[in-house]
């Protein structure tokens, strides 16, 4: 009665432990469809175990045991999110990992006083430290696995072919185990060392698609830099011309300003009345400075001018100096998308809200930058903390700025708070070890 207690709690804690490692492999639909499938998985095997020890032998047992699980696991499948093949290959993982714990906890418990208690505790405390190794090492190289399952499924089928002639052919499964201890040892070796080289494989796969994928981005980043970086300096280019014809239109100015004190000192009041309004008709606006450094003002000097245009009011107070560790025309380009999204996004508020854009910037060895203006209701963060828009054409302005930071290694931080829109970037300098900060 002893025996009977101990190998129907062996079969038992087997069964519990086999849904526990395949629901640690496999994706649930909860835990709620853990917990079930291993209560019927755990009345199941002990109602047929413990009928099994009271009518036949440990060899029936064990190959009933087999077949039982393999139709348990088809009837476990609507409780995984996995596909049909992805379920199979992590059904068929599962029973090979239950012979070989088996053909070890069998081996190891002899060793002790008590073979079949020991076998029970050996048998646990090793399906414990295998479902642990999972989950805290293996499992996204495991799902990487079963996500390709037909580069793998060769061969976790051929292990669980050899494995099975063991527990199912054989007429007497007790004598089988010692009579062949050595090859299985050898065989359950040959099976750990083929899955710890696939699971070594695919990190060494995994680091290297990880770093082309991030060399990839870098690229497209500094093209992307690059790109935008081109229209700015064309930009600052055109707005360079525009300053030189304000200078030729002062130039010009002072001319007429001498021919029309000369109608004035002729008497023609009238003459001299008409030209003075064609002129001021004329007059172009001069370029205002808003900070030192000229490629900056230069475009903080159009998207305000548009932005007045279309009634949004900007306040700012910026310390931007010349000379800058990192290229001028880039910052210019930050800004200018900064001003754009915000001249976009006030643009959207009800007429009845203020329409003002706040812009500061601070100079003290580092560039602090922050940019807030009131924001749409409906405005919001992505995972990754940046802007969020459905709108295909939206978001190129904000993976220029994301680039900017990455490349000099600044802090770029975005919020929403009571409608609040609000952007601030730290940057330091370009040269340092540390990895790029893009806080969210």
């Known amino acids: 009665m002893q025996e009977l207690i101990s190998n129907v709690f062996r079969g038992s804690v087997t069964s519990l432990m086999n849904v526990l490692l395949l629901f640690t492999l496999t994706k649930s639909k909860g835990r709620g469809s853990t917990a079930l499938a291993a209560v019927i998985v755990f009345l199941t095997d002990f109602t047929i175990t413990f009928y099994l020890y ?65 076998n029970t505790a050996i048998r646990l405390v090793l399906y414990l430290l295998v479902i642990l190794l999972f989950h805290h090492r293996l499992l996204p190289l495991y799902q990487s696995a079963s996500l390709n399952w037909p580069i793998f499924s060769v061969l976790v089928f051929c292990i669980f072919l050899i494995l099975s002639y063991y527990f199912y052919v054989p007429t007497d499964i007790q004598h089988t185990l010692v ?56 930009r600052l280019e055109f707005m360079d011309k525009v300053a030189q014809q304000n200078s030729l239109a002062t130039h010009d100015r002072r001319h007429f300003n001498s021919m029309l004190l000369n109608l004035l000192d002729q008497g023609e009041l009238e003459e001299a009345r008409t030209y003075l309004k064609q002129q001021l008709a004329q007059a172009n606006p001069q370029t205002r400075v808003y900070c030192q450094n000229k490629a900056v003002n230069a475009a903080i000097c159009y998207y305000i001018a548009k932005a007045e245009a279309s009634g949004v009011s900007v306040e700012t107070t910026l310390d931007i100096p010349i000379q800058l560790p990192f290229d001028s025309v880039e910052l210019a380009l930050v800004v200018s998308n900064l001003l754009e999204n915000a001249i976009q996004a006030v643009q959207l508020l009800p007429q009845d809200q203020a329409r003002t854009i706040h812009f500061t910037c601070r100079h003290k060895g580092r560039l602090l930058l922050e940019m807030s203006n009131p924001c749409p209701e409906h405005t919001t963060l992505d995972h990754k903390g940046l802007p969020f828009s459905s709108q295909n054409d939206h978001g190129l302005g904000t993976k220029s700025v994301v680039a900017f930071a990455n490349k000099y290694h600044a802090e770029l931080l975005y919020s929403i708070k009571q ?20 806080k969210g």
């Open 54 to 118: 009271l009518h036949s032998n440990l060899t029936t047992v064990s190959r009933a045991n087999l077949i039982m699980f393999i139709v348990l696991g088809i009837c476990l499948k609507p409780l995984s999110k996995d596909n049909g093949m992805q379920w199979a290959f992590n059904y068929l993982t599962t029973l090979n990992i239950m012979m070989g714990i088996v053909i070890l906890s069998f081996h190891l418990g002899r060793l002790f006083p008590h073979p079949h208690y020991a």
């Open 179 to 234: 009579s062949a201890k050595t090859p299985l040892l050898l065989l359950v070796l040959l099976i750990t060392a083929a899955y710890g080289t696939v699971f070594y494989s695919l990190k060494r796969f995994s680091a290297m698609h990880a770093l082309e994928t991030e060399n990839l981005n870098m690229q497209h980043e500094r093209g992307l830099l690059s790109q935008a970086a081109t229209i700015m300096a064309d």
């Open 419 to 438: 409608n609040l829109f609000t952007v601030r970037l730290l940057i330091d300098s370009p040269v340092g070890p540390f990895t790029p900060s893009l």
